[in-house]
């Protein structure tokens, strides 16, 4: 077994590399390899090496898994993936986890310019666009995501009626199918308008909450006059 001494002077035990040896060992026994698959495959999910993937890929799959059937399985290294345990971003696109997308047939552009409209008649103050960016569709019903938006650096200094300074520069939103289709209205919008407000940060950030606030103000103010909406939208 491997050791080190730590800057404190204390020995320990190099673990990953423990680790490593005997995973080398159990895959290099065909019989020991093969009953660990048996017990194991089922139970386990090995970490992804996410070096070449963007943090909002690796942010899906690990969604997905919190939210699917898979979630039950005790994760491990990636180097379990040598004994043949599926890793997360595998196990992810194997089962419909990350989202694909499409541009809107006609029935939804035509539910896409019902938001659009509401978006400016109501959330014009709020929102800080000259002109509103493109919408598409979402196919993955698996996907955990229901909207998600293109971000791009805002290098100007731009900022809204209400003093939100904008952080990014959209340039698609983009809604899941099922909501898009759906017959309600007020299901959609508020995620249509959400994705919307990332111009002012990432769901974490104080700007992002703030807009948030007053997004859920301005559809408790103005819920009738929305909904008045409603028979339009399930007309398309």
Known sequence: ??????????????????????????????????????????????????????????????????????????????????????????LCHDNGGFEEEALPDKKQKKRIEILELLASKYFGKLICYDELPDCRILLNAKSPLAGKAECHKETGKYYNSFGLKVESRIRTVYVLKNYIDGDSLGAVLPIYIHELLHQYGGDSSVQFRRALIRMNEIIAEKRKEILNFESKWKAC
């Open 1 to 90: 077994m491997r050791r080190y001494t730590s800057r404190f002077g204390f020995q320990k035990y190099d673990w990953y590399n423990v680790l490593s040896d005997l995973i080398h060992n159990i895959a290099s026994d065909k019989n020991i390899l093969l009953k660990f698959k048996n017990k194991y495959s089922s139970k386990l999910i090995a970490e992804s090496n996410w070096q070449w993937y963007s943090q909002h890929k690796k942010n899906i799959a690990h969604e997905w898994l919190r939210q699917s059937d898979f979630s039950k399985r005790r994760r491990v290294c990636s180097l379990f993936q040598h004994l043949g345990i599926e890793d997360l971003l595998s």
